[in-house]
């Protein structure tokens, strides 16, 4: 499927499911293009620019925009950077689950562009003994995340 998200930036996807428009919400998509993105490499201290594509879950291309690419004033609509890490997370679970689960708390880090977080021990009961520990542990593994 290829669509337009906005002038100039092309989208193309690919996904494992045969709907009538080739995606399905939840959906594994196989490939993915993205064109006219900021694409941010600590890696290599670069930042700018560019486009990438991805299959089976692989970057298997980059490139990186030269300056007369974006020359129109628009901006990127796109950020594509590693997975941000949060050191400092409040999921409160145990006991405050009426204000967060670990399923909501994962899904929010999710959509952040977080890819891994750290509980902090202030739950009821405290994170201070095994047992507690591994009931977080199955608390987090329940809800589905990829974020760790």
Known sequence: MTSRDAPGRLVTRRASSDSA????LGAV???LELEDALLVDPGS???GRG???VEDGIVTSV???DGADGADGTEPVVVVAPGFVDLHAHLREPGGEDAE???TGLSAAAHGGFTFVCTMADTRPTLDRPEVVQRVVSAAAAAGSAVR
């Open 21 to 24: 428009d080739g995606l399905t």
């Open 29 to 31: 998509l196989t490939s």
């Open 45 to 47: 201290g670069r930042s």
């Open 51 to 53: 486009s990438l594509r």
């Open 63 to 65: 490139r990186w925009a």
């Open 101 to 103: 689960t670990f399923a």
